[in-house]
Nanobody
Framework: EEQLVETGGGSVQAGGSLRLACEAT?????LGWFRQVPGKEREGVAS????????????DYADSVKGRFTVSLDNAKNTVFLQMDSLRAEDTGLYYC???????????????????WGRGTEVTVSS
């Protein structure tokens, strides 16, 4: 079973940027980024198809982050990055990456579709 480690979290002012990284021992179909705040359900932020083939690198984003967040894959480093720009206070949360997530040929943003999870990295955005 693959192992995932998230890094890059921190505290930033609204309007600032952070770059998260998810290093994996191996990829498995899709790599998704999720976030959670206390009292709320975990929500999907972005996904990327990591396996070989025509769809490799295909991305999807939650509406709340489109145009601000960018997910990318570095195969040589076995790492997926989440570049977060124009951060808002509502982006605050514990950010996780996870593998799996392939559903009907598309990388899902639903946490229940993912099987292996990292431990998370904390992001705090102050307004």
């Amino acid at each position: 079973e693959e192992q995932l480690v998230e890094t890059g979290g921190g505290s930033v002012q609204a309007g600032g940027s952070l770059r998260l990284a998810c290093e994996a021992t191996r990829f498995n179909y899709c790599l998704g980024w999720f976030r959670q705040v206390p009292g709320k359900e975990r929500e999907g932020v972005a996904s990327i198809y990591t396996d070989s083939g025509a769809g490799k690198g295909t991305t999807d984003y939650a509406d709340s982050v489109k145009g601000r967040f960018t997910v990318s894959l570095d195969n040589a480093k076995n790492t997926v990055f989440l570049q977060m720009d124009s951060l808002r206070a509502e982006d605050t949360g514990l950010y996780y990456c996870a593998t799996g997530g392939l559903r009907n040929g598309i990388c899902s943003l639903r946490p229940v579709q993912y099987r292996v999870w990292g431990r998370g990295t904390e992001v705090t955005v102050s307004s």
